[in-house]
């Protein structure tokens, strides 16, 4: 059973930075693409960044391209989120994804269906 434990969330004003982690246990951590979605109240959870296997390859949405960076340390079974810039349309509650058994050595994931394990979540607040 994949665990994903997210910390780092909070308040900031806009154009401030946050970071969030996401340890994860359970399986070979390594070998699994992982990915960060955020859900604003009312609205459907949401891609943000996501990363492949080894931590070579990384993909963002549009929103947040160029403000966020999304990382790997595979020795600690741990995803990071760099948030700089941020604007009060990021506020959020920010879930660490790993993605299905299936997709193992796999590129980079952006569809919510692809990932099976989702951790609590963590609330990022953005005040303007």
């Known amino acids: 059973q994949v665990q994903l434990v997210e910390s780092g969330g909070g308040l900031v004003q806009a154009g401030g930075s946050l970071s969030l982690s996401c340890a994860a246990s359970?399986?070979?951590?390594?070998?699994?693409?992982m990915g960060w979605f955020r859900q604003a109240p009312g609205k459907e959870r949401e891609f943000v960044a996501a990363?492949?296997?080894?931590?070579?390859?990384?993909s963002y949405a549009d929103s947040v391209k160029g403000r966020f960076t999304i990382s790997r340390d595979n020795a600690k079974n741990t995803v990071y989120l760099q948030m700089n810039s941020l604007k009060p349309e990021d506020t959020a509650i920010y879930y660490c994804?790993?993605?299905?058994?299936?997709?193992?050595?796999?590129?980079?994931?952006?569809?919510?269906?692809?990932?099976?394990?989702w951790g609590q979540g963590t609330q990022v607040t953005v005040s303007s």
């Open positions: 990363i492949n296997w080894s931590g070579g390859r990384t």
């Open positions: 994804a790993a993605a299905s058994d299936s997709y193992y050595y796999s590129p980079p994931l952006a569809g919510l269906s692809e990932y099976a394990y």
């Open positions: 359970g399986r070979t951590f390594s070998k699994y693409p």
